[in-house]
């Protein structure tokens, strides 16, 4: 993309309500529009981001045989009766609405009943079971308040799966992988090693203890205790003797910490299907309940995390899986930009994914909006490294590290 | 995709009150599933053919210029009473819900003055014109029937460009760009020799007329007059004597169609910049309006009407770009089934898409699924077709055409 056609800027102010570093940073950088508290606005710098972490959850999700699907944000209003989900004195953050013809429906806060009721039509027998389903969907959330920018949204972008197994074990067994999955999802967006599967209450879902993936962060909302060795944690709430017996934790070894939930992993057992009345057929004829285990993970939100974590007094600092672009290319003089302009042409055809600053702006505002925008590598062509014996200047975000390269020493660097 | 795998199955039954052939077909093969009237879930099959149409109008915006966004469902009433368009008796099918605080918002029905409240951050010379901006993303319309499948929906994906430009000539020029971009879509879906640029009514959006793109369907809740040599269309409510000469067509000529819009495009002058305060200073420092135009493709619609469209009394018929599979393997016998089992490793190693029937079920069952999917190419490995010496059967859907090919003469056309 070259910067004189992106429709988007940078800014040197945002939302004077904006208090939440995720959000300044993304609206200054021209990632992100605010709609309204809570409610934001992918400009196309910020979907690029959201769209790569979309894809990596969405590879992990299919690696443990996941089946991709789409719900609908409308709900009908008798499918979350059956589960007593409908009344706002049981649930209170639903937005709901009013069909033309005054009934009322409901506007997606989670999809449980949804993806139960879909289901059904092909679940009978034994021989249907195992399987996830999940999708990658907006969810509403009707917040008092939402002042975290992405940490915290009235509309956001969740992947929710959902699992439905015969057995304990074999819920037990789906419910692992899907932790294991989780893993491999944070590891490669570059939070893997402050990312704790923490336990902790099931909140509405569920009796049984739950596990959340929280990635440690001081303007985190949550406050866990985590065990660095073992790397995990417990949540306040539910740090009993009992339960730090159960998970082999020692009270003395724990650490507080501030975090930002990233994901969540609830057990079900068959309160959903129960309710919806979705049951098997064993292989002995009898009718059997189903267990479902849901497994969310917050894609909007590590837009936020990642903006957070991975940034410094210049701007963002995105790593190269989440990156909008790998390479932020600075031209500067005339024949700098004719090279540039060739440069931009060969990385592209090769697929290198290349953010081409070919604005008439001094060097100064081009590195200072490349720092600002967080893109992880930049090179710069200039008249002076060219007539000094064909030089390239190849920067690198995170560390600020610049080196001098030949054009084949900077070709070797970015395929 | 081995079909043992998958969760969801056909069915010879839909819901008793789905009259949209549409509809029926896709829910019998268990692509979509119905949450109420006018608002469906896309189940794995059914989503892989959206995201198909959803890539082809990508690709065809991008190469225009386009630059692709993702506006919010939930709408803060201020930005829709600059423009009047936020009182129920203006716009008549608002979803409207409301804030914790007891606020109003609306369910986005349409992004014209989200989309300008958005851009105003970055222009304001006219150095920052023109450009293209886009989303492909759910809207929401309170329709008081919506008895058509995905032809009408009350929750529907739409591809949704503006453009902004500086002149009117400028202005037309990206217009017409626009419209031939819609063309290399409608071609790319299969719908190119069906779809007609149809001279139309600029509705709440202008005074000016606008341009329908109309695919001829027996289902098409539209009347349209077309000029078959000319390849061009006028809607009933516009054809005076005067647009007809305008247009250069003969009212003897035209022949009187039923058609479905498949996409529109409006010329909007300057009556959402203007009133949403969005101008841009020109090379002398006057203040100049903003000219913008609007394009629209309703993209799970384009799901009904290639169904509707390809499909027979078998089922349906997908063409290739849109199919969820490109080949539908059947395994027939012990021997097919581990030849089969190797050709269905070998062809997705190779990227090939393949919906591979691994069940144990009749050939007959199999191949009714194969016809009611309408996958394209049916490949069936028999230990019989195996013993007659290694041949295999390669079935066309569209025409039923069936040969019998060596293997290496098979692996040719599937590649």
């Given at each position: 993309m070259r910067i004189s056609q992106l429709f988007t800027k940078t800014s040197k102010t945002f939302p004077?309500?904006?208090?939440a570093r995720n959000a300044q940073l993304l609206i200054q950088a021209g990632f992100i529009h605010k709609e309204m508290a809570g409610v934001y606005a992918y400009l196309p710098l910020g979907l690029r981001v959201l769209e790569k972490i979309k894809q990596i959850v969405r590879e992990e999700m299919n690696a443990i045989g996941g089946q991709e699907v789409l719900m609908t944000t409308l709900q009908p209003k008798d499918i979350w009766e059956k589960t007593d989900r409908w009344d706002d004195k049981k649930v209170d953050n639903w937005f709901k609405t009013k069909l033309a013809n005054g009934s009322e429906v409901g506007v997606g806060l989670t999809h449980e009943e949804p993806i139960v009721d879909a289901v059904s039509a092909f679940v009978n027998s034994y021989k249907d079971l195992p399987f996830f389903v999940y999708q990658i969907a907006p969810k509403f959330r009707n917040e008092l308040r939402a002042k975290s920018g992405l940490l915290r949204g009235r509309e956001f972008l969740m992947k929710d799966m959902y699992s439905f197994s015969r057995t304990q074990e074999e819920h037990e067994a789906k419910y692992e992988s899907a932790v294991e999955a989780y893993h491999r999802v944070y590891q490669r967006l570059g939070l893997g090693e402050i990312t704790y599967r923490t336990y902790a209450d099931g909140g509405i879902f569920t009796n049984r203890l739950s596990d959340e993936f929280q990635t440690l962060s001081e303007v985190g909302e949550d406050k866990i205790f985590v065990d660095e060795v073992k790397k995990i944690g417990i949540n306040e709430e539910v740090m009993t003797d009992e339960n730090l017996a159960k998970l082999g934790l020692n009270r003395d070894e724990l650490i507080e910490k501030k975090a930002v939930e990233v994901g969540n992993t609830f057990h079900l057992e068959s309160k959903y299907t129960d309710a919806l009345e979705l049951f098997y057929t064993d292989e002995s004829g009898s009718r059997q309940s189903i267990i479902m285990g849901c497994y969310g993970i917050g894609v909007s939100r590590l837009v936020g995390v990642i903006a957070e974590h991975f940034s410094d007094d210049k701007g963002l600092v995105w790593p190269e899986a989440v990156a909008p672009y790998k390479v932020y290319l600075v031209s500067i003089g005339d024949n700098g930009k004719a090279e540039a302009d060739t440069l931009y042409d060969e990385l592209t055809d090769k697929g290198v994914e290349v953010l081409y600053d070919d604005r008439d702006e001094r060097p100064g505002t081009k590195f200072a909006d490349s720092e600002l925008m967080g893109v992880p590598l930049r090179v710069t062509v200039s008249d002076r490294l060219l007539e000094s014996g064909d030089r390239y200047e190849f920067t690198t975000r995170a560390t600020g590290e610049t080196v001098t390269l030949t054009r084949s020493e900077l070709l070797a660097k970015l395929m």
């Open positions: 004077g309500d904006e208090t």
